[in-house]
């Protein structure tokens, strides 16, 4: 954990062992430079604690350059919340509890959302001590609810501009896209490219999740073992990340590559491999921040629910800059966002978004 720790270039991580449950706390603070830290609180089993803190650390990044790629006036954060496998009811809200008053300790420096594993439901729980730093609480409780269906509409937004590039229309009418993981996100953008006339299939490992897309709605269910192999268009990654590497990228049968999953590359050179084989990658941090953005701008910024959605459409145009100058510079499309989003991050705080 020492050298995570020593070679990570954000400003500082916060470690809190919870006794009752054996729980690691990692809050990671990676750039406050746009705004005060706001990310996720991931909440899920690690086979180790630096595995936590490793992730934790890389999400951390992720949400800065999310920000800065939009010129959005926060800065990257995330908390991740390595549990035991077997944690009670009780236990886990209780946890959360303590977890909210280290959020509230830290007056400010870091604010919170759902992320894998955690609901608004558990906002509402992190909230009873940790308010205000509690965003996507119940909306009986006061907040804006899941952010999963805002993360979808910038990700559609993305494969727009993505189609747009590739096939020359923008258009999804029967375009196939294989999404990976019907969660939050992945749920709402089937929805999405179903109205939009899609070819949708889907992989999960939740077999709730499974019976209720294939056997309810009757969606081609594509079994884990089968994802990196299946002919389709997109290919749209709405789990955990680092899931394209060295090993699957040349087995992929799609032409473009846009899902919400965080860190989709399991390393940054992978973003060449997938060039290689001529394989639009949209960069996960540039299409999958409708969730953070939207929320953080209708509870913190006044925004109305239409000027939330009309903000994350930006995504497309986002998305096209990021494209524009790849091509032209010659680069992956990584590297172009992580171009733009490091002249943002030069130029300090934006104007863009005046304070409510
Ligand atoms: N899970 C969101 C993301 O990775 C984090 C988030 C959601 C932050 C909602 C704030 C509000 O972008």
Same mark, same amino acid.
């Given at each position: 954990?020492?050298?995570?720790?020593?070679?990570?270039?954000?400003?500082?991580?916060?470690?809190?062992?919870?006794?009752?449950?054996?729980?690691?706390?990692?809050?990671?603070?990676?750039?406050?430079?746009?705004?005060?830290?706001?990310?996720?609180?991931?909440?899920?089993?690690?086979?180790?604690?630096?595995?936590?803190?490793?992730?934790?650390?890389?999400?951390?990044?992720?949400?800065?350059?999310?920000?800065?790629?939009?010129?959005?006036?926060?800065?990257?954060?995330?908390?991740?919340?390595?549990?035991?496998?077997?944690?009670?009811?009780?236990?886990?809200?209780?946890?959360?509890?303590?977890?909210?008053?280290?959020?509230?300790?830290?007056?400010?420096?870091?604010?919170?959302?759902?992320?894998?594993?955690?609901?608004?439901?558990?906002?509402?729980?992190?909230?009873?001590?940790?308010?205000?730093?509690?965003?996507?609480?119940?909306?009986?409780?006061?907040?804006?609810?899941?952010?999963?269906?805002?993360?979808?509409?910038?990700?559609?937004?993305?494969? /727009? #501009?993505?189609? *747009?590039?590739?096939?020359?229309? +923008? &258009? @999804?009418?029967?375009?196939?896209? %294989?999404?990976?993981?019907? !969660?939050?996100?992945?749920?709402?953008?089937?929805?999405?490219?179903?109205?939009?006339?899609?070819?949708?299939?889907?992989?999960?490992?939740?077999?709730?999740?499974?019976?209720?897309?294939?056997?309810?709605?009757?969606?081609?269910?594509?079994?884990?073992?089968?994802?990196?192999?299946?002919?389709?268009?997109?290919?749209?990654?709405?789990?955990?990340?680092?899931?394209?590497?060295?090993?699957?990228?040349?087995?992929?049968?799609?032409?473009?590559?846009?899902?919400?999953?965080?860190?989709?590359?399991?390393?940054?050179?992978?973003?060449?491999?997938?060039?290689?084989?001529?394989?639009?990658?949209?960069?996960?941090?540039?299409?999958?921040?409708?969730?953070?953005?939207?929320?953080?701008?209708?509870?913190?910024?006044?925004?109305?629910?239409? /000027? #939330?959605?009309? *903000?994350?459409?930006?995504?497309? +145009? &986002? @998305?096209?800059?990021?494209?524009? %100058?790849?091509?032209?510079? !010659?680069?992956?499309?990584?590297?172009?966002?992580?171009?733009?989003?490091?002249?943002?991050?030069?130029?300090?705080?934006?104007?863009?978004?005046?304070?409510?």
């Amino acid at each position: 954990m020492e050298s995570l720790l020593k070679t990570w270039d954000g400003e500082c991580t916060i470690v809190s062992f919870d006794q009752p449950t054996g729980a690691w706390i990692f809050i990671a603070i990676h750039s406050t430079r746009l705004g005060p830290a706001t990310g996720g609180t991931r909440m899920r089993s690690y086979p180790d604690p630096q595995s936590a803190l490793r992730d934790a650390l890389k999400l951390a990044a992720g949400m800065t350059y999310k920000y800065a790629v939009h010129g959005f006036p926060r800065g990257g954060g995330k908390a991740v919340l390595a549990v035991p496998p077997d944690l009670t009811t009780q236990s886990r809200a209780d946890l959360l509890r303590r977890y909210g008053s280290l959020i509230q300790e830290l007056n400010g420096l870091y604010y919170t959302g759902p992320d894998v594993g955690t609901s608004p439901v558990d906002m509402d729980i992190i909230a009873e001590t940790g308010a205000p730093y509690v965003f996507c609480r119940t909306p009986a409780k006061g907040g804006a609810g899941d952010s999963g269906p805002a993360t979808a509409l910038g990700v559609f937004a993305g494969m /727009q #501009a993505a189609c *747009e590039r590739v096939f020359g229309d +923008a &258009s @999804l009418q029967g375009r196939h896209v %294989l999404v990976q993981g019907a !969660g939050s996100v992945g749920e709402s953008l089937i929805e999405r490219l179903l109205a939009a006339g899609a070819m949708v299939s889907f992989s999960d490992v939740d077999d709730v999740i499974v019976r209720r897309f294939r056997d309810e709605l009757g969606l081609p269910f594509v079994p884990q073992e089968a994802v990196y192999d299946t002919q389709c268009d997109i290919f749209a990654p709405c789990a955990l990340g680092g899931i394209l590497n060295q090993e699957n990228i040349p087995r992929l049968k799609c032409r473009v590559v846009v899902g919400a999953a965080n860190n989709q590359l399991g390393e940054p050179e992978d973003a060449e491999g997938l060039v290689a084989r001529g394989i639009l990658y949209a960069p996960d941090y540039v299409v999958n921040i409708g969730g953070a953005m939207a929320i953080t701008g209708m509870e913190a910024m006044g925004w109305s629910p239409a /000027q #939330a959605d009309k *903000e994350v459409m930006g995504v497309r +145009a &986002s @998305l096209k800059k990021v494209l524009e %100058l790849a091509d032209a510079e !010659g680069i992956t499309t990584e590297s172009a966002a992580r171009r733009i989003a490091e002249e943002r991050l030069s130029m300090g705080p934006l104007k863009k978004y005046p304070p409510h």
